[in-house]
């Protein structure tokens, strides 16, 4: 069983950076693989990014290559989104989620079992 927390949310004007952290609890942890998803209103949930257990790999949806950046510390069992240049389209409910994916599965909802229950980010214009 693995448990997955987010925080670090919250409201930013365009062009700011907010850190967002995913705590998780389990033995597996550190061979799981770890994603950040994305939900705004009345939308699908979406990929954000991802990274592999062995930290090898990391993905990113093209909207957020260059401005997000995802790391994982095994031993504080902990995922970060690094988000810098904000805008107001990133505006979302973004979930953490966890695991045994592997290779360009990390950029599928189908692949993480656990799920954190979410962290606000609005981003004003």
């Known amino acids: 069983q693995v448990q997955v927390v987010e925080s670090g949310g919250g409201l930013v004007q365009a062009g700011g950076s907010l850190r967002l952290s995913c705590a998780a609890s389990?033995?597996?942890?550190?061979?799981?693989?770890m994603g950040w998803f994305r939900q705004a209103p009345g939308k699908d949930r979406e990929f954000v990014s991802a990274?592999?257990?062995?930290?090898?790999?990391?993905y990113y949806a093209d909207s957020v290559k260059g401005r997000f950046t995802i790391s994982r510390d095994n031993a504080k069992t902990t995922v970060y989104l690094q988000m810098n240049s904000l805008k107001p389209e990133d505006t979302a409910v973004y979930y953490c989620a966890a695991g045994p994916a592997s290779g360009s599965n990390l950029m599928q909802r189908s692949s993480y079992i656990y799920w954190g229950q979410g962290t606000q980010v609005t981003v004003s214009s």
């Open positions: 389990g033995r597996t942890f550190p061979t799981y693989a």
């Open positions: 990274i592999s257990w062995n930290f090898g790999s990391t």
